[in-house]
């Protein structure tokens, strides 16, 4: 049949109300595959486009050993969600491998799992968050990224949420996210955490897991099914290392919070939305309305949840293989935003945010800081830098809010007056503020978008302070770097620039500043890096624990007293009982391992 008959039969069936299929066929059943490596430990997720009539529900992970391709594990393929799962135990992390996922014995989906580069001296981070799959003008999809991506090579990458924004559909727009992004995915490291569109909720407040009682989701909990929760939860993190503490929430729910080590930096991953209290069920009507944010701050209403704060307390003092600590979580520890929709609309608080419930923020803070950990994020669809403070401003952790990759729902910073101590020449909306909760931060920058519009789908780029982060941690001088990336610019092109404000650099001591420091003696160490932790002498509390760079350390605290300190991991830990913390201290504590 020659190609003028058919096409002249293709338009009679037109004609006749036939219609074209709208997707191209599949001829791989892998669309992408997510892994990490965690204490010689692989994890890889497998996703399958569906599985349609009798096609088998199994498939096979092979390695590449001399040349030869060797199958290592089988596993089913899940459903809903179409999944497949391999743990391969006594991972050599030394060596780069192959590997390739094998499906109905002649499809095959390869990629690589890398050498850990703990011999590094700086890991980078590409860091994303709200991804969307509506029209993005300005550009041609997510090339822009990807191309960057292929010449920075990351060491690892971090979606913080908001991979998926259709409510009725995560399957469906998760892998139009792993047909986009999976080219890079199947050859790094990813670490990726559902947020509330994910779960299929315009806002999520996960109140330990109970059923919530409304579509907003105000009143706490989750709306959509518990299978629904589970095939998120499945898809997006089930790659990621063992959780600290499986036992399930209400419903049944899972939990994926964990720590992941890579590269010589260890990363808290928590889940800051799913212990979270619904604002309507702990807070009275009048308090929810009320102007002062300070009566919000009610006992009872939780943040980060027992589970996760212990998790971070343990997590403070583990420090195998680690120089630099990170903890990743959906959103920043402050309500930043001060209009949205609209740059003419003012907000006066969002109980979304992690600025609520002050209590729980600083708890989380008060933990945090202990290991003198940055903070990584997303959801704000406003790109910033703020330095927190609990007691009093600067003594907790630096955080970043990656901006949205695509920017639907604009939210700006823009305060009524400067803030204090602001840096010479810095903008005006830079400094020392209270947020709406009367938290303290120090705004270091902001991308605000440039463009009014609020209502157009069909741009979500221009002007709209799209972009994303690239997190530097330079073991070698124990340095962070924050930078901030505009769309559809090359990021290799020293013409470039990033958003006003980036890069920003700062010292991993940084994240637990002390104005008026108490000192313990100056700790001489027989052997270097050591790990020195700091304990309340009569609580054992940890205060504070650092693997130092070189062989001497001087402690600081907020507080005189009498403190115990541990040098060293594991059984060569000496411990100093009864250590005296004065103002200006000279003593020198020789500490021979």
Known sequence: ??????????????????????????????????????????????????????????????????????????????????????????????????????????????????????????????????????????????????????????????????????????????????????????????????????????????DGGRKSKDRDGASGGYYMPVSYIEEVERAQTSHLPDPYDPTPIEQGIGVYYTNYTWGGISFAIIEDRKFKSGPKRVLEDNQYRFDNTRDMDVEGATLLGKRQLDFLEDWTTDWKDAEIKAVLSQTIFTNLATHTPTIDKKTKFSTDSNGWPQAGRNKALEVIRKSYSCMIAGDQHLGSVVHHGVEDWNNAGYSFAVPAAANFWMRWWNPDSPGKNKKAHAPNYTGEYTDAFHNKITVHAVANPTHKDNTAKSNLLDGRAAGFGVIKFNKSKREITYECWKR??????????????????????????????????????????????????????????????????????????????????????KRYFDIVATKKNTGVLNVEL
């Open 1 to 206: 049949m020659n190609q003028i008959i058919k096409t002249f039969l293709l338009l009679l069936l037109v004609q006749n109300g036939y219609s074209q299929p709208k997707h191209k066929k599949v001829k791989n059943g892998v669309c992408f595959a997510l892994y990490t490596v965690h204490a010689n430990t692989l994890k890889l997720t497998a996703q399958f486009y569906p599985v349609k009539a009798y096609d088998p529900f199994e498939a096979t992970l092979q390695i590449r050993e001399n040349n030869i391709w060797e199958t290592v594990q089988e596993s089913r393929i899940a459903y809903p969600g179409y999944t497949a799962h391999f743990r391969i135990e006594d991972w050599n992390d030394s060596t780069k491998k192959q590997y390739r996922i094998v499906y109905k014995k002649n499809q095959f989906y390869e990629g690589i799992i890398r050498k850990n580069p703990k011999e590094k001296g700086e890991i980078v981070m590409a860091a994303f968050s709200c991804w969307s799959t509506y029209q993005q003008h300005g550009g041609s999809g997510a090339k822009d990224i990807t191309d960057n991506l292929k010449k920075l090579n990351p060491d690892v990458l971090f979606f913080a949420g908001d991979q998926v924004y259709d409510h009725s559909d995560h399957y469906g727009n998760w892998l139009k996210f792993g047909e986009t992004f999976g080219d890079i995915i199947k050859n790094t490291p990813t670490i990726t955490i559902p947020d509330d569109h994910d779960v299929g909720q315009g806002n999520f407040w996960g």
């Open 488 to 573: 559809n610019v090359d990021i290799t092109d020293p013409r470039s620039k990033q958003y006003d404000g980036w890069p920003i650099t700062f010292s991993q001591t940084d994240n637990f500043q002390l104005k008026s420091a108490f000192e313990l003696p100056e700790l001489q160490i027989s052997k270097p890096n050591q790990v020195v932790t700091v304990r309340n002498n009569y609580t054992k509390n940890v205060v504070s624990s650092l693997r130092i760079k070189g062989d001497s350390y001087q402690p600081k605290v907020m507080y005189a007293g009498e403190y115990t300190v541990e040098i060293g991991e594991g059984t060569s830990k």
